[in-house]
């Protein structure tokens, strides 16, 4: 057969399939067996879709907000300085909203990147890196913006 | 404007004139037994443009090169053996006409993706039907079996007629980007089989299916990017059942 057929399909590069070596096979979904089945991780991804909507809608209104009070209200950009952050964290008011935008955005966009993750990395090992990277970043920033927002002293020098 | 006896002539030879254009077929080979490497071969055939892609690959297979490899059954749409990637996009080869596809371009032709190619177009389906039988793609029922048959309204019916039409075609899961990356999603195809059931009022294990697609390689894997939409050849409205799916879910537990 092989003169005829590799002369009708062109050059041929790459190694020869066989009984040792055959071609590569794409794994079956998963096997399902019992009739309830329970699925994996609870309800976590249904958790993080609707987590990804309602913190959209709140996060439309907390940064248009943020935007327009720091960058166009009243002097806009000009006017931001020690000063004015000091003077915003010492009501209560600003104080939750900047904590509320500061989880709510960490948390989208890591549920987002985690997706990315999951819809790109093709290799267990590269996912599980990665999003170890991206788990380690988000708590770190999480929690340094967290403790800034509490422990600000506007008497620092 | 000429006169009506010149365009008289003119017609006749237009219709003396052959019909047949000369189209460049750009198919994508893959032989196991020959090499691991898939390469894109040529073949200029002489069809008719209203003829259809499917006679373009008969005609090569049949006259030109035997060892070409796909799979077609009726050849009319209804079985869906042959669907395709034709130009970049899933479709039928039965269903798409030469002319609709600019023939001027060699047209390229090549297996549907995520799947693992067995020969030439032909490709393993086995993950796409076990995603399948996963959504338990039949009637399940309570009691005792009726006398008669199980009635159901117009309306309750028209509510899943969109996804009755399905023909498990694995256009929609193989033009999915979730589905390309490891196949474990279970993809357009099984998510419209599970939302004729769902939203079936004769059947009982809607609450099961539910559950199954909540798994993490289920419904929430979607992103809504349309692909599935706009690859179904019976003009299913894809997206919309798997979101269909998702709103269930979340307003019948809550």
């Known amino acids: 057969m092989s003169a005829d057929t590799s002369s009708a399909i062109g050059p041929v590069e790459g190694s020869v399939y066989d009984v040792d070596n055959p071609a590569p096979y794409i794994e079956a979904p998963r096997k399902r067996t019992g009739k309830t089945p329970r699925s994996t991780r609870g309800n976590f991804e249904m958790a993080a879709w609707l987590f990804m909507r309602l913190s ?102 | 404007m000429a006169t009506p006896v010149m365009d008289k ?75 395709m990637r034709i130009n970049g996009k899933n479709r039928l080869a039965c269903k798409t006409l030469i002319k609709d596809i600019n023939p001027e371009k060699p047209i390229t032709v090549e297996a549907i993706k995520g799947l693992t190619v067995l020969k030439d177009l032909v490709v393993d389906m086995e993950p796409f039907f076990q995603a399948y039988r996963d959504v338990m793609p039949f009637l399940v029922t309570k009691g005792n079996e009726p006398t008669r048959e199980r009635l159901q309204s117009a309306e309750d019916r028209e509510r899943f007629d969109d996804t009755t039409k399905c023909i498990l075609c694995a256009a929609c899961t193989s033009s999915c980007p979730v589905f390309w990356n490891d196949g474990q999603y279970f993809g357009p195809a099984a998510i419209v089989n599970a939302h004729r059931f769902i939203f079936d009022s004769r059947d009982e294990a809607g609450e099961q299916r539910l559950e199954i697609l909540n798994d993490k390689d289920g419904v929430w894997r979607c992103r809504t990017t349309f692909n599935c939409t706009d690859a179904c050849p019976r003009g299913i409205e894809v997206t919309k059942a798997i979101q269909e799916v998702k709103r269930a879910l979340i307003t019948r537990r809550f």
């Open chain 1, 56 to 157: 959209g809608i709140v996060l439309v209104v907390l940064v248009i907000g943020h935007l327009l009070i720091q960058l166009v209200l009243d002097g806009g950009v000009s006017k931001i300085g020690f000063a004015f952050v000091a003077g915003r964290w010492a009501s209560p008011f600003w104080q939750v909203w900047d904590l509320l935008m500061l989880w709510l955005a960490m948390l989208h966009g890591a549920n987002g990147l985690r997706t990315v993750i999951n819809d790109y990395a093709e290799r267990a090992n590269t996912r599980l890196w990665l999003k170890g990277l991206l788990y380690t970043a988000t708590v770190f920033t999480i929690l340094l913006g967290t403790l800034v927002i509490f422990t600000f002293d506007p008497n620092i020098r």
């Open chain 2, 9 to 83: 002539a003119e017609a006749v030879a237009k219709s003396q004139a052959s019909p047949y254009i000369t189209v460049t077929f750009r198919i994508r080979r893959f032989n196991p037994e020959v090499s691991d490497a898939a390469v894109w071969e040529d073949f200029q055939i002489e069809i008719d443009p209203k003829e259809r892609v499917l006679d373009g690959l008969h005609k090569i297979k049949w006259d030109v090169d035997g060892t070409l490899t796909f799979r077609r059954s009726c050849a009319h749409g209804i079985c869906g053996s042959d669907a």
